[in-house]
């Protein structure tokens, strides 16, 4: 049996096909056991025919396949980021990206304060297409790092990922339900503590941000004046946050458990905290010593009082750091374990 | 009466249970020397259906493995390369027929407690 001319020129054609999808050393090898098993098959199906002709090729290649479906076969499969490390790299991948999101979002609630001219909805469409870009850009860089790390650990053992591997009885999470019960003596000391900010703040909106001065035991009592007006207009906003922090506690201690309800009512209070530090990060000097030069000296207060508001600014900053990560935490795990 | 998804599960199932065993069915057929397509008609007319796109990249593995030997004759009408069981691959593939027996009498035993 012979192949035509046309049918001879379609064979070669296939062959070279596969033999530039395969990457292997011995591919001359493959191609010519393939070239083999084509002529089998066409010895079988084309019993007795002096010539097989080019149509009669094509079905038996049809049947065989894309050249890079066939040349797949022989190779060995190749991961961009394999089953060893892929559990790792999702775990990177989540905390990174909502790092990033959570620092975009940040960064666009402070650019709408401090510049309250620009305009909200060009502010908003930069935000979200941050959003997209930042994600894509995160896990795009993660992706190649873990790829490096999958090609130069091919076929070795990593370290670090066995010990990720074993068991840690301290690392698994509380079941759903336990995870959600509430802890009555820190509830029962939160409603104490919110108490007496409420008391806090009432008195301060009352003496206009004057605090009672005792320096001096023998002389009568007097109120100096401690916060600034930028700090006092905000106390009303303090109070309402407090009275409705204390009103979920109550809820909680009465309800026993975390329900949906007072999740959602957590992740939305997180929400107001957030903005309120950063409005009153913007709202700077929150706090003024002026009184306390008659004790200190004007030179003293002149260089402590700008320490004290720089320090409330960085303790601000760091409790919005901390909340964000927490709130966008929490949505997570609301959103994967929804609270009855 | 399987539904169409059913009987689609159906067949994967078989397929996972299959390849675990495909390894030995091939290496049974090469105590003697057999080139590619005769092994795999010899498979398939014995009942154990086996395709070229698997047999070919199987018999290379085992190959680069070295449990079998290869090579080329030309006396044929054609060049074929013929593939035979090396010793080392007669001592593994006495391991796997023992582990297999041992399987099967598991696998036995478990459905006969079923039935």
């Known amino acids: 049996m012979k192949l035509s001319k046309a049918a001879c020129a379609l064979m070669e054609r296939y062959l070279y096909a596969v033999k530039r999808e395969l990457n292997d050393k011995s591919r001359d090898d493959i191609v010519a056991e393939i ?35 066939v040349a797949a076969q022989y190779s060995p499969q190749h991961y961009l980021v394999g089953p060893r490390l892929f559990p790792l790299f999702m775990l990177v991948t989540k905390i990174l990206v909502t790092v990033v999101l959570g620092a975009l979002t940040l960064s666009m609630v402070i650019n709408l304060v401090v510049n309250p001219a620009n305009n909200v909805w060009m502010v908003m469409l930069e935000y979200f297409g941050s959003l997209f870009s930042a994600a894509l850009s995160t896990i795009g860089i993660l992706t190649l790092i873990f790829a490096g790390i999958e090609c130069a650990a091919r076929g070795r053992d990593i370290e670090e990922i066995e010990e990720l591997q074993e068991l840690h009885i301290h690392d698994l999470p509380q079941l759903p339900e336990q995870e959600k019960e509430v802890g009555q003596l820190g509830v029962s000391i939160e409603i104490i503590l919110g108490i007496i900010g409420l008391v806090f703040f009432t008195y301060i ?35 309402g946050l407090t009275g409705l922090e204390i009103a979920r506690n109550l809820t909680l201690l009465v309800q026993g458990c975390h329900t949906s309800l007072t999740t959602w009512w957590q992740i939305a209070a997180k929400i107001a905290d957030i903005i309120l530090l950063i409005f009153l990060i913007t709202s700077l000097p929150l706090v003024t010593l002026d009184y306390f030069q008659y004790i200190l000296g004007n030179d003293m207060v002149m260089e402590l009082e700008p320490l004290v508001n720089t320090g409330l600014a960085v303790a601000m900053s ?16 609301e959103v994967r374990n929804p609270s009855v | 009466m399987m539904n169409a998804k059913q009987n689609s599960e159906l067949e994967k199932l078989e397929q996972e249970m299959r390849r675990g065993v495909i390894v030995l069915a091939v290496m049974s057929r090469l105590m003697h020397e057999q080139y590619g397509y005769s092994l795999m008609k010899d498979l398939n007319d014995k009942g154990f259906e086996i395709g070229q796109d698997t047999l070919y990249p199987l018999l290379r593995r085992l190959e680069e493995q070295q449990l079998l030997d290869s090579q080329w004759r030309v006396e044929d009408p054609r060049p074929r390369r013929y593939y035979q069981l090396n010793g080392n691959g007669r001592a593994v593939y006495r391991a796997l027929i023992q582990s297999w027996q041992v399987q099967n009498e598991i696998i036995r035993r478990l459905l006969d407690e079923i039935e």
């Open chain 1, 35 to 69: 070239e083999s098993y084509i002529y089998d098959l066409l010895e079988e199906r084309f019993v007795g025919v002096h010539e097989v002709g080019e149509k009669d090729l094509e079905t038996i290649l049809k049947e065989m396949g894309a050249p890079r479906k």
């Open chain 1, 205 to 239: 909106q009352k003496t206009g941000g004057r605090l009672p001065y005792w320096m001096t035991p023998s002389a009568d009592t007097q109120l100096v004046p401690v916060f600034t007006p930028g700090f006092m207009q905000f106390v009303p906003f303090i109070l």
């Open chain 1, 318 to 333: 760091l409790g919005i750091l901390g909340s964000v990560v927490d709130t966008i935490k929490q949505v997570l795990r």
